[in-house]
């Protein structure tokens, strides 16, 4: 497996050296390199790109900035000078992190950690999904879930026979669009619902125990077409 990555430093020596490193890694094909988000912006637009090795500090915009306009299957590692970002790296999704001046070695452990995490992804297995929560990567199984909600920047999926939700930074409607339709839909803008594990409806809501979700009106046509198939 190949990811396609691209460069994005406002210095070129680091941006130089980052080449070098990506160059040699042989799972790592280098699609460019930027000197500012604005210019990787075109090589976004024109291919598909997998990961980026982007720099935090740059002007005009930097790459925290940047990062949060990405699409969600665009992956990102940070490199930076200043190790105060790390914590607000990761509430963006980062995979990782490069603290300069960066090691070979420190390169290629992040750049598995991100192959690692795309070969999950594009695993073969369709009873589960995988999904960052924190600093760890889950696997949910698809049976296990109740339902989803979001919340602002972050999905909650709640399991069947745990309380604690598992929370994760990524986006509703791609999130809607890769689960299985014939088993998963959604019902309202913050609420996606597993309906092989739909019990009891009362009044246009959805009743998980104690959680009463509602069927808005935007989705209520496909949720009656599937509840017309189940009547008997």
Same mark, same amino acid.
């Given at each position: 497996?190949?990811?396609?990555?691209?460069?994005?430093?406002?210095?070129?020596?680091?941006?130089?050296?980052?080449?070098?490193?990506?160059?040699?890694?042989?799972?790592? #094909?280098? %699609?460019?390199?930027?000197?500012?988000?604005?210019?990787?912006?075109?090589?976004?637009?024109?291919?598909?790109?997998?990961?980026?090795?982007?720099?935090?500090?740059? $002007?005009?915009?930097?790459?925290?900035?940047?990062?949060?306009?990405?699409? %969600?299957?665009?992956?990102?590692?940070?490199?930076?000078?200043? /190790?105060?970002?790390?914590?607000?790296? =990761?509430?963006?999704?980062?995979?990782?992190?490069?603290?300069?001046?960066?090691?070979?070695? /420190? =390169?290629?452990?992040?750049?598995?950690? %991100?192959?690692?995490?795309?070969?999950?992804?594009? %695993?073969?297995?369709?009873?589960?999904?995988?999904?960052?929560?924190?600093?760890?990567?889950?696997?949910?199984?698809? /049976?296990?879930?109740?339902?989803?909600?979001?919340?602002?920047?972050?999905?909650?999926?709640?399991? #069947?026979?745990?309380?604690? $939700?598992?929370?994760?930074?990524?986006?509703?409607?791609?999130?809607?669009?890769?689960? $299985?339709?014939?088993?998963?839909?959604?019902?309202?803008?913050? =609420?996606?619902?597993?309906?092989?594990?739909?019990?009891?409806?009362?009044?246009?809501?959805?009743?998980?125990?104690?959680?009463?979700?509602?069927?808005? /009106?935007?989705?209520?046509?496909?949720?009656?077409?599937?509840?017309?198939?189940?009547?008997?």
């Amino acid at each position: 497996m190949k990811l396609k990555c691209i460069i994005v430093d406002d210095e070129p020596l680091a941006s130089g050296l980052l080449n070098s490193y990506a160059s040699q890694t042989p799972f790592l #094909e280098v %699609a460019g390199v930027y000197n500012s988000p604005i210019e990787a912006l075109r090589a976004i637009n024109s291919q598909q790109i997998d990961l980026i090795f982007l720099d935090i500090n740059m $002007p005009k915009m930097n790459g925290l900035e940047f990062s949060k306009t990405l699409p %969600a299957h665009i992956k990102v590692i940070f490199t930076t000078a200043y /190790d105060q970002y790390a914590i607000e790296g =990761f509430k963006v999704n980062a995979l990782d992190y490069l603290l300069k001046p960066i090691s070979y070695s /420190d =390169f290629l452990q992040a750049s598995n950690r %991100a192959l690692d995490w795309f070969k999950m992804v594009n %695993a073969t297995e369709t009873d589960s999904i995988f999904v960052k929560s924190g600093y760890r990567i889950k696997k949910l199984k698809l /049976d296990d879930i109740l339902y989803i909600e979001n919340q602002k920047d972050y999905v909650k999926f709640y399991l #069947e026979n745990q309380q604690k $939700p598992i929370s994760s930074l990524m986006n509703m409607q791609q999130l809607s669009e890769k689960l $299985p339709e014939n088993t998963f839909m959604r019902v309202h803008r913050s =609420f996606i619902v597993n309906l092989d594990k739909v019990q009891t409806i009362e009044r246009n809501t959805i009743v998980f125990g104690k959680v009463y979700i509602p069927v808005s /009106d935007t989705y209520r046509e496909k949720f009656n077409k599937f509840l017309s198939k189940r009547f008997i």
